[in-house]
């Protein structure tokens, strides 16, 4: 635990001095106030009740995640400190945890601030209101949004393990995420109408708070997998240092 404790201040500590902390920021930015101001705007109340807009906590943490995680072992490539790294008393396992935990809780962290924003832009733009989530609502947003870090988290660490530079594994980590996001709407496009017809009404006829549990389930699961696959291929040995 003291040596996780050690990698995640370490990471926090390179992640405020980073090029990619600022990519991370202005992308930040721009989310808050495309969630945070615009779509409570568009969607009026249906912001908090639609069953189907908790979803969309999912999509902003796991692109954020990846501008960080790209930087995670081939920034210290090209910054020529993962030898030194790897030379340290630290564990493969707090090293690799370490670096996708701090990644996940600070995009995350930060893109929840959205949440807030967005509840009070809502009631400032309507004033039918007041309108406020539940408590149930908030935490499934919270599960959506660490859930969303954590599979973007894995992608990026698994990515840059082998990645011979940051551009490289942000390109590759780009493809990765926009697969993920347009495939399942492309499967969904081709699929027989009943199916999409029951899949629609599913997401529709639970609560936000249910949906975003399921949601945050199905996303865990998909991360779960890569990171055992991450944890595997870590081996001080097989880290190629250029």
């Known amino acids: 635990m003291s040596d996780l404790r050690v990698v995640l201040a370490k990471e926090w500590l390179e992640l405020r001095k980073s090029d990619s902390m600022w990519v991370a920021v202005a ?16 969607l009026g109340p249906l912001w908090l009740r639609a069953p189907w807009v908790t979803m969309i906590w999912a999509w902003i943490p796991m692109f954020l995640v990846t501008t960080v995680t790209a930087d995670s072992f081939a920034g210290e490539r090209e910054r020529r400190t993962l030898e030194t790294l790897l030379a340290t008393r630290l564990s493969d396992g707090a090293i690799l945890w370490g670096k996708w935990l701090a990644a996940v809780v600070w995009v995350a962290g930060a ?14 733009m309507f004033a039918q209101g007041p309108y406020l989530p539940s408590i149930g609502q908030v ?43 347009f495939v399942p ?5 081709l699929a027989p109408r009943d199916w999409t017809s029951g899949i629609f009404s599913a997401l529709t006829s639970g609560s936000p708070a249910s949906t975003g549990w399921i949601f945050a389930g199905i996303l865990a699961a998909g991360a779960a997998p890569i990171l055992a696959m991450a944890h595997m291929r870590f081996r001080r040995g097989r880290i190629p240092l250029k």
């Open 27 to 42: 992308t930040l930015i721009v989310f808050l106030a495309m969630i945070g101001i615009f779509l409570p705007w568009l």
């Open 111 to 124: 893109m929840l601030l959205s949440f807030p924003l967005g509840v009070l832009s809502l009631n400032l």
């Open 139 to 181: 935490l499934a947003t919270v599960a959506v949004a660490f859930a969303a870090g954590g599979l973007g988290g894995a992608l990026g660490i698994l990515v840059s393990l082998r990645a011979a530079s940051v551009r490289h594994a942000q390109q590759v980590l780009a493809i990765m995420v926009f697969t993920i996001a």
């Open 185 to 189: 709407l492309t499967v969904l496009r």
